[in-house]
């Protein structure tokens, strides 16, 4: 029986299969709401791309709380009380947008939906980071493959039905927050806390296999900064696919529908390209090859997209997006991970989740004002510059943190 559950789960615990479950049912209905955001504020409530992008800016800083927020109530009330919790009031919040449609109205309910709709994400994390330490990088890619498998289906699904009604994206959020709150309270309960209960047990080695069980280690804010300002950047540039060159698609005559096929691909490519990741990881496991290589995929992408606006340069941008994030996103977490005491990992996979988030909000303000000024070529060439910025901060993190400086902290510490 054990051998077969061994093949059936390929070596990775039951409790991953339960996470990346709840990863796929969190970003699948959050994601509806992805591909017609900038479009619903632009068209439905007629506000400029400027504005727009300040919306997303206000849920996105909002977000930057939630994740802080999801953080500290993992490491304080636990992961089932905090998933329910957040997930129940983001499900209730994200329909008054049906009854009221007043842009007043809208940005309080992203405020208020940017908060709780973050707070599961450093949960998650923290839960993979407890549940299997050893593995590494290989726990967090599981769940950013399950995240951005929800990713693909979520907004394929939310560009079609937005296509008929903006009402229908957000019953559609509602109910899968509704789906993700019944199986937190039921399936996911037990192991998750079990998990909880555990982490100082489990969560006892580094990546250099030197002890790490106080809660008052040190944590080394200096790499840790760096590494995040990178992160920021990058997350800044990476989100002009959901704000700045949707609404191009749209001005250049492409239907929604083609819009969401991208993030389909995106998805798709993500789970079927999980071979070739592995066989480079496999090979080359410096997580900081990983994390400049992803960005150079980036600088890759939008100089395609500056050169040119045809369907195909979009398809073969978003492929080139798509490698440069296997790599990069989840090398991130996994490197904070390595530097974590095993109490603090919820709080400091919060601080990755709103370094994220801020990404996601300085990049559609910028953007959508440099697109209100000079079009998406102006976008483009801006995002280029600032992608030679997180290369840079991810050589200085490998400077600052060589081979041995973790040890040597905690050993003083």
């Not at 973050?118 to 290989?138: D, I, M, S, T, Y």
């Not at 006892?204 to 992160?231: D, K, M, Q, Y």
């Not at 606006?309 to 978003?318: P, V």
């Not at 280029?384 to 050589?395: A, D, H, K, N, S």
Request: glycine share 10%.
């Amino acid at each position: 029986m054990d051998r077969w559950k061994k093949r059936a789960l390929g070596n990775v615990p039951l409790v991953l299969w339960l996470l990346a479950l709840a990863c796929f049912i969190n970003v699948g209905g959050l994601s509806l709401l992805w591909p017609v955001n900038s479009i619903y504020i632009h068209v439905k409530l007629h506000q400029s791309m400027a504005v727009a992008g300040f919306v997303l800016m206000v849920y996105s800083g909002a977000g930057f709380i939630g994740s802080l927020l999801g953080g500290w109530c993992y490491d304080r009330f636990g992961p089932v009380l905090t998933l329910a919790g957040s997930s129940f009031l983001a499900a209730i919040s994200i329909l008054l947008p049906v009854f009221h449609q007043h842009f007043a109205v809208y940005v309080g309910v992203m405020a208020v939906f940017g908060v709780l709709c973050a707070v599961p994400f450093p949960v998650l994390n923290a839960l993979a980071g407890h549940a299997w330490p050893e593995a590494g990088r290989k726990a967090f890619n599981f769940l950013y493959v399950s995240n951005n498998v929800g990713v693909a289906i979520g907004t394929a699904i939310g560009g079609f039905i937005a296509a008929h009604s903006f009402d229908t994206v957000f019953y559609g959020i509602f109910l899968s927050y509704l789906l993700f709150v019944i199986l937190t309270l039921t399936v996911f309960r037990r192991p998750f806390q079990k998990v909880y209960q555990h982490r100082s047990v489990h969560g006892h080695e580094s990546i250099e296999n030197v002890a790490s069980r106080l809660e008052t280690a040190s944590i080394p804010w200096g790499a840790i900064g760096i590494l995040l300002a990178g992160f920021i950047v990058a997350w800044s540039v990476y989100v002009q696919w959901q704000s700045t060159i949707s609404v191009d698609m749209q001005a250049l005559g492409y239907p929604l529908s083609a819009y969401s096929i991208l993030w389909t691909i995106n998805g798709a490519l993500i789970f079927l390209g999980q071979p070739v990741v592995s066989f480079v990881v496999r090979r080359v496991p410096s997580l900081t090859v990983h994390m400049v290589g992803g960005v150079i995929g980036y600088i890759l992408a939008f100089l395609l997209l500056a050169l040119s606006h045809d369907y195909i340069a979009f398809l073969l941008a978003m492929l080139l997006t798509t490698f440069g994030e296997m790599f990069v996103w989840p090398s991130v977490p996994a490197a904070i991970a390595q530097l974590s005491p095993p109490r603090k990992l919820g709080f400091l996979q919060g601080l990755v989740s709103s370094g994220a988030t801020f990404g996601r909000m300085i990049g559609p303000f910028y953007g959508g004002y440099m697109y209100d000024r000079d079009g998406i070529n102006g976008v483009l060439h801006v995002s280029l510059l600032l992608l030679v910025l997180p290369i840079f901060l991810f050589l200085l993190f490998h400077v600052v943190n060589r081979p041995g400086r973790i040890a040597e902290r905690r050993e003083v510490s």
